[in-house]
């Protein structure tokens, strides 16, 4: 700036000038941030509605009238029906646990999908389209926290990092996921106005912060991550005295408890499932899984591994994706404790409660299936930590020589890869696999054969492990082919273990199913079941009577399966050569049913 326009300007007026300048300089960088965030979603745009998205629009649109749920109850799958009422109408499998409940307290997320099906029907790209502005939103509060507490580079390596994290693929490719997106944005703005409040005056910060935290609350569970990170921002970086600090806390506090109580008290989470635990309900089954799942969270955090993969890996492969994830956590702690120096004190104690803040977010993250998807917040942290780091090796390799300076940019690879170079990737895959997912349900529906199964009958599919075949037929018919679903009452799974079968029919009504080989079992299966089942354990449904014969480890391995009204009744479903195929099977017969895996390969 010239000296005479410093002079006329006078010291108030440049330091005004100056502000704006900085200002403009943020804004540009945030505005860097969105759009590289808008380029990286572009793949979302190819991808129609799959899985939960069939049975939120089927809901929406009065489909299923002896199983709905109101617009703002999407995310309550049991709702108000008993697990008892969904297994004998055949909504769910024989064999579900007779405490099972799945519900999820997010009004304002549901809401939202019903306002994409009430102004655009069933136009998955305008549905897509609220996502990305979510996620855009979600990413404008992160920046702007990253602005507030990093220096600018530094602020602008993790404003990066955040946007092309993986995880953002799934929110933002899978309509259902949206919930994480709201809860997020919520969130996160909730936790700017907080912070704001206490660091620049903003008054607004007094009522608006506990605003979007309710908000977030009743968006996803996500938005407790918020609290987390506004606690330890309480706990550590600010330097009043206790009490003042504790008032400034204590309105996050209130809510955060109530909210938890309440979530307890009416009945909201899981139970009687085996793959979504509650602490409310099991805290010792939660606090068990969250020793391994919160690792598997934590190598996508800190190393850009996909969580999401733990699902298709035996035990033994999940304890080493987690060990994984605990040895990558620790090496980026070390990479940032080699650059204290170049942080400054202050700088690094600010990245040391948000790196724990990080890692805290994810235990209540850890009761369901986890993925890349449940790291909106989390990642704030992680991506802050990264962020400086990076910043601090680059000062360091430009102050060094030699074999010194190849060694700084030897450790900056161990961050540059996974995040500039293995995330983005990720990133862009991520919808594609939903992608694949759809048009896998399209064919399953098209290719099924149902057409002669008796009106009105239910179809009885022996075995599928895989939830494309298992948990997702019966909607991907009545979804894409309303009129051959018709004829049905639905599909339901006789077993969803991925494992060899043999299927005697003795009488004209009875027939049994024999699980061979080493005990198997699948994540799915496990979703409808928690309890181990015994030996005569007997169920009835609309149309049929299971009887447990024999178990091995709690699972059913010999089953009675006897048909109301006679196998002309009962239209038997095999997974078979990449479709599901009608079977016939003559009194006295037996036939041999190898596992195939499905379109997913489980």
Not at 242 to 258: I, M, N, W
Not at 281 to 301: G, H, K, N, Q
Not at 475 to 481: K, N, R
Not at 494 to 501: N, T
Request: with cysteine; proline share 6%.
């Amino acid at each position: 700036m010239p000296l005479f326009v410093a002079r006329a300007l006078g010291s108030k007026g440049l330091a005004r000038y100056i502000r704006s300048v900085q200002a403009f300089g943020g804004m540009r960088r945030d505005g860097l941030a969105l759009w590289v965030g808008a380029a990286v979603s572009c793949t979302a745009f190819l991808v129609g509605f799959a899985n939960d998205d069939l049975v939120h629009r089927l809901w929406l649109e009065g489909a299923v009238p002896g199983y709905a749920l109101p617009a703002h109850s999407l995310y309550e799958f049991t709702g108000k029906y008993s697990s008892q009422a969904l297994v004998v109408r055949e909504y769910v499998p024989w064999f579900t646990d007779p405490e099972w409940s799945l519900r999820f307290f997010r009004p304002l997320s549901s809401w939202s999908l019903a306002l994409d099906h009430w102004l655009f029907g069933r136009s998955a790209v305008a549905a897509h389209a609220q996502s990305l502005a979510w996620l855009l939103l979600l990413i404008a509060a992160a920046t702007a926290l990253f602005r507030r507490w990093l220096p600018a580079r530094a602020a602008t390596l993790a404003s990066l990092v955040y946007v092309l994290a993986g995880g953002h693929g799934m929110s933002v490719g899978w309509i259902a996921s949206r919930h994480v997106l709201v809860g997020g944005a919520f969130g996160a703005w909730g936790l700017w106005a907080h912070v704001a409040r206490r660091e620049s005056a903003f008054r607004a910060g007094v009522w608006l912060a506990p605003l979007l935290l309710a908000a977030g609350l009743c968006s996803s569970e996500i938005a407790l991550g918020a609290f987390v990170l506004l606690g330890l921002y309480e706990l550590f970086e600010r330097r009043e005295p206790p009490r003042q600090r504790v008032r400034a806390l204590l309105p996050a506090a209130l809510l955060g408890s109530s909210y938890l109580i309440a979530y307890g008290a009416f009945g909201f989470g899981a139970r009687g499932s085996g793959a979504y635990l509650s602490p409310f309900s099991d805290p010792i089954a939660f606090t068990l899984a969250a020793l391994v799942r919160a690792p598997e969270l934590a190598a996508e955090l800190y190393g850009a591994v996909p969580s999401m993969i733990s699902g298709a890996l035996p035990p033994a492969g999940e304890r080493i994706l987690a060990a994984l994830g605990a040895l990558i956590t620790i090496g980026v702690a070390s990479l940032t404790w080699r650059c204290r120096v170049e942080l400054g004190p202050e700088l690094f104690r600010r990245l040391g409660w948000l790196g724990l803040a990080s890692l805290v977010c994810l235990i209540p993250m850890a009761g369901g299936f986890i993925g890349g998807r449940m790291l909106p917040l989390a990642s704030i942290g992680s991506a802050a930590v990264i962020g400086a780091t990076l910043d601090a090796l680059w000062r360091q390799s430009t102050a060094r020589a030699g074999t010194r300076r190849w060694l700084t940019y030897a450790l900056s690879s161990f961050l540059v890869v996974p995040h500039f170079g293995l995330a983005p990737l990720v990133r862009l895959a991520m919808p594609l696999t939903f992608l694949q997912m759809e048009h896998a349900e399209r064919k399953l529906a098209r290719e099924a054969e149902i057409d002669a199964c008796p009106s009105g009958s239910t179809a009885y599919l022996l075995a599928g492990s895989d939830p494309t075949v298992a948990v997702y037929a019966s909607v991907a018919l009545a979804f894409f082919e309303p009129t051959r679903a018709a004829r049905l009452h639905g599909i339901v799974p006789l077993s969803m273990s991925p494992r060899d079968l043999l299927l005697r029919r003795y009488y004209d009504d009875t027939f049994e199913l024999l699980m061979l080989g080493e005990p198997r079992s699948s994540p799915f299966e496990a979703l409808y079941r928690k309890a181990p089942m015994r030996v005569g354990d007997q169920v009835r449904t609309r149309g049929l009577q299971a009887e447990v014969l024999a178990t091995t480890e709690g699972a059913p391995t010999r089953v009675r399966l006897r048909f109301v009204g006679g196998a002309a009744q009962a239209c038997l479903l095999r997974w078979h050569a990449g479709a599901l195929r009608r079977l016939s099977l003559p009194p006295g017969a037996s036939l041999s049913l190898p596992h195939e895996p499905g379109p997913m390969g489980f």
